[in-house]
């Protein structure tokens, strides 16, 4: 079993459409998470830590589901711009090694 | 800041020839990371430094594949006897200790022939 698992897509949604992405993750000591958005043929750039508690930044809503080992992004109001690829991003405790997902591809059109 | 710099951008090489890639981190940023990246996946960590210490490293980075953080400002990357499924794109991030955003660099295209 992979340790960061995500449906590789693609999501072709809509301009406007809300859209949710999942992550699950093997390791019950992980202990920080983060989603980062890759365009096509770009680094990787984080987009937004996930806490405990959930937290939102504009139109993203990121949430964590420890007991299920689980973290979601949504994705509100779509625009073309969001198209993008969204790589789910693991750290262990005890560790600063990041496990990254396959990522999961977002098609917004028009 | 000029962020993130990774050279070459490109490298074309023949199976068995060794090859070095140089990161240069944000300035005063004290963690390093390589990862390796191939079509459809996602970033795979290689290794990390905290200033020259290499603290943690992949079993991928074995015997081909080193690093080196000398001054603990920038790194480089070598592959001894490249093989062909060694084509990836090599990406460089740092960080600042305390603080988990990672900002990358562009990393290198390896195409090994």
């Known amino acids: 079993r992979k340790e960061v698992e995500q449906d590789p897509g693609p999501f072709n949604v809509p301009e406007g459409a809300t859209v949710a992405f999942n992550c699950t993750y093997s390791n019950s000591a992980s202990q920080s998470f983060f989603w980062y958005r890759q365009d096509c043929r770009k680094e990787p750039k984080l987009l937004m830590s996930v806490y405990s508690s959930g937290n939102e930044d504009g139109r993203f809503t990121a949430q964590l589901n420890r007991a299920s080992q689980y973290i979601s992004l949504l994705i509100r109001d779509s625009k073309l711009s969001d198209s993008a690829t969204y790589l789910c991003v693991v750290r262990l405790s005890g560790t600063y090694k990041y496990i990254f997902g396959t990522g999961t591809r977002l098609k917004v059109l028009a | 800041d000029t962020g993130v710099s990774q050279n070459p951008r490109h490298k074309i090489t023949k199976r068995g020839q060794n090859v070095t890639f140089r990161c240069d981190p944000i300035?005063?940023?004290?963690?390093l990371y390589w990862y390796r990246q191939t079509l459809g996946q996602g970033p795979e960590f290689l290794t990390y430094f905290q200033n020259e210490a290499q603290l943690e490293k992949s079993r991928l980075l074995s015997d081909r594949f080193s690093a080196e953080r000398p001054k603990g400002s920038f790194s480089t990357l070598e592959i001894q006897r490249t093989e062909q499924g060694d084509s990836a794109m090599y990406l460089c991030?740092?960080?600042?200790?305390?603080?988990?955003?990672?900002?990358f660099g562009p990393g290198t295209r390896l195409l090994v022939l």
């Open positions: 300035s005063e940023h004290n963690r």
């Open positions: 991030a740092s960080s600042l200790v305390g603080v988990e955003t990672q900002y």
